[in-house]
C-alpha cells in the first residue's frame, strides 16, 4: 500500500497527462512470455493510434529495455519480484513509468548514474554511455554493461526522472519518462 501512496505522489509531481486517450498499468511478476505478449500490444495499440514512427521506436525501444532490466534486476524475493509499468499516451506526449525493487548492492551505482544523468546534457550522457560500453570490462554477471540507463536518458532526450526509495526496508527503483 505505502509503495503506491510514494508512486502516485512521484507521478501526481511528474506527470502532465490527465486524461489519455491510452493508458495501461500492471503491477505484476514479468516472465518473457508476457513482456512479448505486451510488446505486440504495444506495437498494435501504437499502429492504431497513428503514432509517428520515431515516436514510437523511441518508446518501445525504453519500454524493451526498463521492462527488460526490471526483470533481470528486480529482487528475487516473494512479494518484492513484481515490476511496476505505466503508459499513457496523451494528444501530443507519452509517458511511460516503471518500477521494481532492487538489492542494496546495487544502489550506490545507480544513483551515481542518476546523478550523472540529472546533471548532464544530452551530448555528455552520450559521451558517458559511450565510455561506459567502451571501458573494457566484461558484462555483469546478469549480462549487461550498466549503459541501459544511459540508453533511457538519450532516447528520452533527457526527459528523465529517477529516483530509489527506502520501501519495506528495501530500496525501490522508480523511472518516469516524457516522449514528445
Do not use: W
Not at 508512486?7 to 511528474?14: A, S
Not at 546534457?121 to 559521451?127: H, P, Q, R, T, V
Not at 561506459?132 to 546478469?142: H, M, N, V
Amino acid at each position: 500500500m505505502r509503495k503506491e501512496l510514494i508512486i502516485n505522489d512521484f507521478l501526481k509531481e511528474h506527470s502532465i497527462i490527465n486524461e489519455p486517450i491510452y493508458s495501461i498499468e500492471f503491477n505484476e511478476l514479468l516472465n518473457q512470455k508476457k513482456l512479448d505478449e505486451y510488446l505486440l500490444d504495444i506495437k498494435q495499440q501504437f499502429e492504431k493510434l497513428n503514432i509517428p514512427t520515431v515516436i514510437k521506436k523511441k518508446c518501445y525501444g525504453i519500454i524493451v529495455e526498463a521492462l527488460e532490466n526490471g526483470m533481470r534486476h528486480s529482487l528475487k524475493v516473494d512479494h518484492f519480484d513484481l515490476i511496476y509499468h505505466k503508459l499513457d499516451i496523451g494528444t501530443d506526449l507519452i509517458e511511460l513509468s516503471f518500477g521494481n525493487y532492487i538489492e542494496e548492492k546495487d544502489r550506490p551505482i545507480l544513483e551515481k548514474h542518476i546523478s550523472l544523468i540529472e546533471k548532464e546534457g544530452y551530448d555528455k550522457i552520450k559521451e558517458l554511455m559511450y565510455t561506459k560500453a567502451s571501458d573494457g570490462k566484461p558484462l555483469s554477471e546478469r549480462g549487461g554493461a550498466g549503459v541501459g540507463i544511459f540508453d533511457m536518458a538519450i532516447k528520452s532526450k533527457g526527459n528523465i526522472k529517477q529516483k530509489v526509495f527506502e520501501l519495506n526496508s528495501k530500496f525501490y527503483y522508480f523511472t518516469h519518462i516524457k516522449i514528445k
